[in-house]
């Protein structure tokens, strides 16, 4: 069971103020939380087909190092970068992304469940 309850052929609910969409330029999933409550919140037009949240969504995280001799080394990870404004169920990557759709406007790819 992924926990994941998909609300439209692009998004997902993890539960009742995150919202899942896959990312075509990390092949990972980024989430947001909506409405009230505490952490960080985004805005979002309520449409399930075609999602528009605000402001943009930054996603960033470090990897090891491609060197094996570096691996154990933080100070050499790589650092990673999404960063990207989802708009009318389409994703516009900025130009900060360290993967290879920066610069580009997409539409959010079809949901996929792991769990199957």
Do not use: Y
Not at 2 to 23: H, I, K, Y
Not at 40 to 45: A, I, K, S
Not at 82 to 96: E, K, N, W
Request: proline share 8%; glycine share 8%; with cysteine.
């Amino acid at each position: 069971m992924s926990g994941w309850r998909q609300l439209s052929p692009v998004l997902a609910s993890a539960n009742e103020d995150r919202l899942v969409f896959e990312c075509p330029g990390c092949k990972v999933k980024h989430g947001i939380q909506h409405g009230p409550g505490t952490g960080p919140r985004w805005c979002w037009n309520g449409s399930a087909e075609k999602p528009t949240f605000t402001p943009s969504v930054l996603v960033t995280w470090s990897e090891p190092s491609d060197n094996p001799g570096e691996f154990d080394d933080t100070s050499k990870d790589i650092k990673r970068v999404c960063h990207s404004f989802v708009t009318d169920g389409r994703i516009q990557f900025l130009s900060d992304c360290t993967h290879a759709l920066a610069g580009q406007t997409v539409d959010l790819p079809d949901w996929k469940d792991d769990s199957q």
